[in-house]
């Protein structure tokens, strides 16, 4: 049973967390305006099945590397700093995008808009967990995933509602270009909006203190867990802080046989979350739901739908991960997220695809993804590495999952419009490639609610590589 814990200022630490949380929403925005846009993209600039998915894809490199370089900077130039430079390339890319006159110049910005979004996919959830008291770090990371969804949700619902209004209105100047000829410019460009409110908000937070004590700022540190701890609580914090930083031996430690499961699980969670198929749905829902006979406008429509579910099951499991735990939320999330696709990929092969059963189990999908393995992915990669080298490690773990993606967003199209392969053959190449993660949750995640990152760091510390593979006869077991 969780204690419960008190936090003398809880405005002031929901209002960092909320903030922080903002990244997420730029990186759902950023990256679902794309389902709207896609199609109106490749019309105006003529794009091959190729460039459809190059035009998806080239973000998810700038992912790829925005996260390969985002652990590094934050444990050097701290994790604010990180988020600054986050909202500032959200911003350039939203402005760029919806200017770009050609081809190269809107993939251009779209590859800066992917640079944002990989450093703020890391360095976001990374800062909160940081932040936050044992009992409420996975609460506070599964809000991270709840900007997500919000910011999905926004983008369909502005997608929807721009298009509407470009089809039944006439208007003048530059919002005649941006809305009626060319409406998918207002769809990029609205992102420069919460874009700038990030950038600003974020003078308002402090530096992460874990990092300030990796740095030798004890007082900085202090002063800000006393405002989210008591007293003997933070200074209880600085001192296990401390120990741990004290007996770690840098990035060389992170692949010592000690944390060797640690980052087994840290690249192989996320990169399975992805292969599950979430985003191909997330950037390719109106390709998807054409295939199953919905119009353009009722598709977009559906996009909306499956918006509001992503967001009303995170709320699950902000509700439920610091009481029931990580490994339920996983266990139950992952066998009906598999379920789902098997389905669908029947329902295509049968081609019953009239009526309301394609989006039912794609809702059944989403709504699984959206209570395990999308929120608690990041809870998990933002906990269980050591405290010297978390950055780095959470980049790793994060990298993992934007290689995945990448490669989901340059084959989805090509997979769907395939004579030989098809929607059938898609959503089963996803249950197929998700399935491992019931594996992984049984067998090697251990259950870290309500723990410090500090007791994190000593259990697998008190593990062996041994026994840490030693589970043909029980699952790893919670963290003591």
Not at 268 to 273: E, I, K, R, T, Y
């Amino acid at each position: 049973m969780i204690q419960k814990q008190t936090i003398p200022n809880k405005k002031y630490f929901f209002l960092v967390c909320f903030i922080a949380a903002m990244g997420g929403f730029l990186f759902g925005f950023d990256t679902a305006v794309i389902s709207g846009v896609l199609e109106f993209v490749s019309k105006d600039f003529h794009f091959s099945l190729f460039m459809e998915g190059w035009f998806v894809s080239c973000a998810l490199l700038g992912c790829i590397i925005g996260v390969a370089a985002a652990g590094k900077l934050s444990d050097r130039f701290g994790r604010k700093k990180i988020m600054l430079l986050s909202a500032s390339l959200f911003f350039i890319s939203a402005m760029g995008c919806m200017l770009a006159d050609n081809s190269f110049i809107l993939i251009l910005f779209r590859l800066v808009g992917g640079l944002g979004i990989g450093v703020a996919s890391m360095i976001c959830p990374l800062y909160i967990a940081e932040f936050s008291p044992s009992h409420f770090r996975g609460r506070m990371v599964a809000l991270y995933q709840l900007a997500i969804t919000l910011g999905i949700v926004a983008a369909y619902f502005t997608n929807a509602y721009l298009v509407n209004i470009s089809l039944h209105n006439n208007f003048s100047g530059w919002l005649h270009y941006l809305i009626n000829l060319e409406v998918w410019r207002s769809m990029i460009g609205l992102g420069m909006i919460p874009a700038f409110i990030f950038l600003f908000s974020l003078f308002l937070i402090p530096e992460s203190p874990r990092w300030l004590l990796i740095n030798g700022r004890e007082n900085e540190a202090l002063k800000y867990l006393n405002k989210i701890n008591t007293s003997e609580a933070a200074h209880k914090e600085v001192k296990e802080i401390k120990e741990s930083i004290e007996g770690e031996s840098g990035i060389k430690e992170l692949f010592s046989p000690v944390y060797k499961v640690a980052l087994i699980i840290g690249l192989a969670l996320p990169f399975l979350s992805q292969v599950s198929g979430i985003n191909a749905i997330i950037y390719f829902g109106p390709s998807i739901l054409d295939k199953a006979g919905f119009s353009l406008g009722d598709a977009l429509g559906g996009q909306v739908t499956i918006g509001i579910i992503n967001v009303l099951f995170t709320f699950v499991a902000i509700f439920t991960v610091d009481k029931w735990g990580r490994k339920p939320l996983l266990i139950m999330g992952i066998s009906g997220a598999v379920f789902a696709l098997i389905v669908l990929g029947f329902l295509f092969k049968l081609n019953i695809v009239h009526g309301p059963w394609i989006l039912i189990f794609i809702l059944l999908f989403i709504a699984c993804f959206a209570f395990s393995f999308g929120p608690v992915s990041w809870i998990i990669i933002s906990e269980i590495f050591p405290t010297s080298v978390r950055g780095r490690a959470v980049s790793l773990a994060t990298l993992s999952l934007w290689i995945a993606n990448f490669f989901v967003g340059q084959l989805t199209p090509l997979m769907l419009k395939s004579d030989n392969w098809g929607p059938a053959a898609t959503f089963w190449t996803f249950a197929v490639l998700c399935a491992p993660a019931l594996w992984l949750t049984l067998k090697l995640i251990p259950e870290t609610k309500g723990k410090s990152l500090e007791d994190i760091e000593k259990y697998w510390k008190g593990k062996t590589s041994k026994k840490l593979y030693a589970v043909k006869t029980k699952t790893v077991g919670e963290v003591p």
